[in-house]
């Protein structure tokens, strides 16, 4: 095993880091379906549908895929798609570990050489990368006019984001001293 | 570093799997697709439209037509009268498509009185156009055209700009598609015109949250239909009016004309040279006729019908060339048919002047 994840091995041994890394994950997890308007307002009764599941693999955007099952509420409407899931679970887990090892740089600053939020500004990304059926849903919120290039830089911020999470953690797991990381 | 090299790929062959399993549907069927004797005026080349086309984001496809349409009746429709719906009637059938559920589907491959067409709604263009299909189907390309969806076909995947009902790519490039009427109203229009309506389900064979509109909302208006401006690039842009003013439009293979629908709404009859607009009340809708200078003399009845050469008729039949009418925000008119003919606004307060404009 590498040194980086001996490293972390050693992070998550403390239960404070482990539920840092949960806890933010599944924040992130609920923004990003909301991005993806996976997770949205509207809905007028309890219902819970599902579709043909070989569906989950029919792309609706670069990186985005078809829900199989909808869970209905008075008030907002949940798309299950399990690839989504799947990958807002990857960038997720990613954001933990970063915001993880980010919270030892600030708080035991001898353990940690790294006292810097990269790791949780490559998460932005991701969050950006929503689609509102055929414009991304910033780009409504804004109400700005976008270009060719614009587009097509939309369509790679989540593995973007994944990339970032990446290096961004191997970089702070390099410069952290698991020897030295206490309760 | 090691493990670092295995993740990255890990994620990169799962990335491709993923990819090669998201198949394409609709191929291997009949490739006659009806199409116009003589296409529309277009105001600039082939090339450049096709070459104007930008990515809006999803793969074709990605935005799902609806290909099985299933339909309720009037009475179990779940509408309020203020929804926006895009109708058609033929022969004696007339189905109605909700706007809710055209804005995550875009294209419905149906039937209607016999006839194969595509209904298809551009939801950043507010644009209902429909098109005979003959045995094929048409999807979503996921292309943009001065923010007007692309459609294709699902047997030769030519491209199709949808305002311009013209092929821009593929075996169809340049030939235009045989275009219907839709009727672009509410349901509470709609279904006073015609009861016996059969209504789009929400049963679509796929899932989305048909109670919310990503853009916006029409009941009441609301989001990207009311703001002043645009997302895409345009080939052609004016201050004329604001960007989403309704209007009304029609082509013949020599002209163009846009109606502005508030205007239309309160004369009721308009015309340029070569184009006569009349409101019809009851589908709160504009049909166009072609005039070719010929100035007919049409008044208005007040009841939804008119007068012309001592017959009255309604708004949908009056004895003049019918043309298909169009709605559409005046910015995406603008961006295809920069050279329409249009009504010139009042000069003074209370005296409104009919001028018929020359092509600029």
Known sequence: MSKSLATLAAILRIPLHRRLVAGSGAVYLLLFMVALQDISRGGRSLQFLTTDWTRMFERTGTVTFEPIAQLTLPGLTILLSPLNILMGAVIALLVGLNLAVTYIAFRQPRACSFNRSTGILASFPALLAGSACCAPAIVLILGIQVSSLFMTVFQVLIPASVVLLLVTLKLILDRTKPELLHQ | MRWFHRLAVAVTALSLAVYGLATQAGQGEDPTLPLAESGYVLDDAIDDYADFMMSGGPPPDGIPAIDDPVFIEASEADLDPGDKVIGFYHEGEAHAYPQLIMVHHEIVNDRVGGLNLAVTYCPLTATAQGFERGETTFGVSGQLLNSNVVLFDRETRSYFSQITARGLRGEYQDETLAEVNLIWTTWGHWSSKYPDTKVLSEDTGHLRNYSRDPYGSYNPLGGYYEQDGTMFPLMHSSDRHHTKEM?????????????????????????????????????????????????????????????????????????????????????????????????????RVGERVRLAVEPA
């Open chain 2, 247 to 347: 209007v009304v439009g029609a082509r013949t293979s020599e002209a163009s004309a846009y109606f502005v629908m508030s205007d239309l709404v309160r004369d009721e009859v308009q015309s340029t040279d070569r184009f006569l607009a009349v409101y019809a009340p009851d589908l709160d809708t504009g049909y166009i006729y072609s005039i070719d200078d010929s100035a007919p003399q049409v008044t208005s009845r007040g009841d939804g019908t008119y007068e012309m050469d001592g017959g009255i008729f309604e708004a949908d039949e009056l004895p003049l060339e019918k043309l298909v009418s169009v709605e559409a925000f005046f910015f995406a008119w603008h961006a295809f048919y920069p050279e329409s003919e249009y009504v010139a606004a009042p000069t």
